[in-house]
């Protein structure tokens, strides 16, 4: 089975990074491709719970996309990348899934294909 991981490391806003990479997980899970989503550096502020973007910037909540790709999909997040930035695992979505980086290793070379946005 072909699988992907989709590296986001940008904002969730401000930018299209964060948005398109979920959207082309959820592409790639319709496609039989087992497709995870993997959160780092400022693009761990995509999984964070409660976004109010819809009513202040008129964006879909890119939090509540993210549970589009469960449970065929995995939400990984850089423990690392979430403790320089001082957010707690439970300002996260449910979905998410703390990797550290030897964790990280093994999950980037189980992949075929490793899309940056």
Not at 7 to 24: C, M, Q, R, T
Not at 49 to 65: A, K, R
């Amino acid at each position: 089975m072909h699988s992907a991981l989709i590296i986001i490391d940008k904002a969730p806003y401000g930018y299209e990074n964060a948005l398109s990479g979920v959207y082309i997980a959820i592409a790639g899970l319709d496609k039989g491709i087992h497709t995870d989503i993997l959160l780092m550096g400022d693009g761990v502020y995509a999984a964070l719970n409660d976004q109010s973007s819809e009513e202040t910037i008129g964006y879909p909540s890119v939090g509540e996309l993210t549970y589009s790709i469960f449970p065929e999909g995995n939400l990984f997040i850089h423990l690392d990348s979430l403790t320089q930035r001082g957010i707690e695992y439970g300002d996260l979505v449910e979905i998410a899934e703390l990797v550290d980086d030897k964790t990280l290793y093994n999950i980037l070379k189980s992949k075929n294909h490793i899309i940056k946005v």
